[in-house]
């Protein structure tokens, strides 16, 4: 079984995180059931870029990275707290971990931004929110990414990153394909009514 942790720092956005849990929740209950996703919070009770709450079933202080195949990070909005939480230490250093033991990191949006403040894109390619005359790009290439400014989904060995919350199931398709096979994500695609 391999396991997800679907790190959620508060002020993320609820439906980059949502894509997480019904692709690989659909993998489970409907499809060949060799993935468990995991919601791991920051906090205790988060809430969402829109003020939407949220409990998870476990906090970061909780987890080790021993204990996942993989993580799973959404972006989120800065006017709801989301650099504050998910810049701190113990989120990069849980980050960097993920990336030492070679294993996925996908992110979606921001979410990139939180990869790269880690430092673990240094001379990676990499992407993240594409609008906003390009600032938030800016900043991730200011953090050693290199930054893929028209690519909408960008794979560098074990990390994945998009640009912008359009890509949501694209970046969870990915995850998905990269934990099971090619074959077992077309098909959960189409039980969910996407053309593979």
């Known amino acids: 079984m391999k396991k997800i942790c679907l790190l959620l720092p508060n002020g993320f956005e609820a439906v980059e995180a949502s894509v997480f849990t019904d692709v690989f929740g659909w993998n489970k209950d409907v499809s060949e059931g060799s993935t468990e996703l995991v919601t791991v919070g920051t906090r205790r009770e988060l809430k969402c870029t829109w003020n939407f709450t949220v ?5 970061l202080s909780e987890v080790t990275v021993e204990e996942f195949d993989a993580l799973a990070l959404p972006g989120g909005f800065e006017q709801a707290g989301f650099y504050e939480d998910s ?4 989120v990069l250093e849980f980050i960097r971990e993920f990336d030492k033991q070679g294993k996925i990191i996908a992110s979606i949006c921001v979410g990139a931004l939180v990869v790269g ?20 790009q800016l900043q991730l290439a200011q953090m050693g990414a290199n930054v893929i400014p028209d690519q909408p989904v960008v794979i560098d060995r074990n990390i994945i990153t998009s640009y912008n919350p359009s890509t949501s199931f694209d970046v969870a398709f990915a995850l998905l394909e990269a934990l099971t096979t090619t074959e077992n994500a077309n098909h959960v695609k189409r039980l969910m009514g996407f053309h593979a």
Not at 55 to 59: A, G, H, L
Not at 87 to 90: G, I, L, V
């Open 117 to 136: 403040k880690s430092g673990v894109l240094q001379g990676r390619n990499a992407t993240t929110y594409n609008r906003s005359n390009g600032r938030r």
């Open 55 to 59: 409990i998870p079933e476990r906090v």
């Open 87 to 90: 810049f701190r230490s113990d």
